[in-house]
């Protein structure tokens, strides 16, 4: 065994896949990358999710407490990135990276169509925020592109680098 620093631990833990996270505030809608979320609950479905205090996103969510939650698919990766590395405050994401809107059912936030998966949600709870930047959502509504048989995730890996998900194992499971 090697030591590792600390500062790299997290490139260990991955959560799970990048995400799109999409708000909108008065008529203004805005999107980011975020790759740290959690799932905390099954039923109803529940999402911690860290959106840094520094990200045009924070105040947004913060305010409206509701967002959309896109999960891409390894297609949109270079978009995923690029909207990752720029702010709301100085471009409109949708435009400059060419990603499809549609209006939600329950919330005022886009829905990505691009996008293979799209989960409406609102805020549940926010004792976290303050502290930690984590906010825990509650998905009120779940859409999927049915047109997108098998999306493969991307999952970020720290510095420009992501992973790939890809085979499939089925093992036996005491999960319904």
């Given at each position: 065994?090697?030591?590792?620093?600390?500062?790299?631990?997290?490139?260990?833990?991955?959560?799970?896949?990048?995400?799109?996270?999409a708000?909108?505030?008065?008529?203004?809608?805005?999107?980011?990358?975020?790759?740290?979320?959690?799932?905390?609950?099954?039923?109803?479905?529940?999402?911690?999710?860290?959106?840094?205090s520094?990200?045009?996103?924070f105040a947004?969510?913060r305010?409206?407490?509701?967002?959309?939650?896109a999960?891409?698919?390894?297609e949109?990766?270079?978009?995923?990135?690029g909207?990752?590395?720029c702010?709301?405050r100085?471009?409109?994401?949708?435009?400059?990276?060419?990603?499809?809107?549609?209006?939600?059912e329950?919330?005022?936030?886009?829905?990505?169509?691009?996008?293979f998966?799209?989960?409406?949600?609102?805020?549940?709870?926010?004792?976290?925020?303050?502290?930690?930047?984590?906010?825990?959502?509650?998905?009120?509504?779940?859409?999927?592109?049915?047109?997108?048989?098998?999306?493969?995730?991307?999952?970020?890996?720290g510095?420009g680098?992501?992973?790939?998900?890809?085979?499939?194992?089925?093992?036996?499971?005491?999960?319904?």
């Open positions: 065994m090697r030591e590792l620093p600390a500062a790299k631990v997290y490139q260990l833990l991955e959560p799970g896949p990048v995400v799109l996270l708000t909108a505030r008065d008529g203004h809608a805005n999107v980011m990358a975020m790759s740290w979320h959690m799932m905390v609950e099954f039923e109803p479905p529940l999402i911690g999710c860290v959106v840094s520094a990200n045009h996103s947004a969510l305010t409206t407490r509701e967002c959309v939650i999960v891409p698919a390894v949109l990766a270079e978009k995923v990135v909207v990752g590395n702010s709301g100085e471009v409109d994401k949708f435009t400059r990276f060419g990603l499809t809107r549609a209006s939600a329950r919330v005022a936030a886009p829905l990505l169509t691009d996008c998966a799209n989960l409406e949600c609102r805020v549940a709870e926010t004792r976290l925020v303050n502290r930690y930047n984590l906010f825990v959502v509650e998905v009120v509504k779940a859409w999927t592109d049915p047109a997108q048989k098998h999306p493969r995730t991307i999952h970020h890996h510095y680098k992501f992973v790939v998900d890809g085979e499939t194992i089925e093992l036996k499971s005491k999960m319904p």
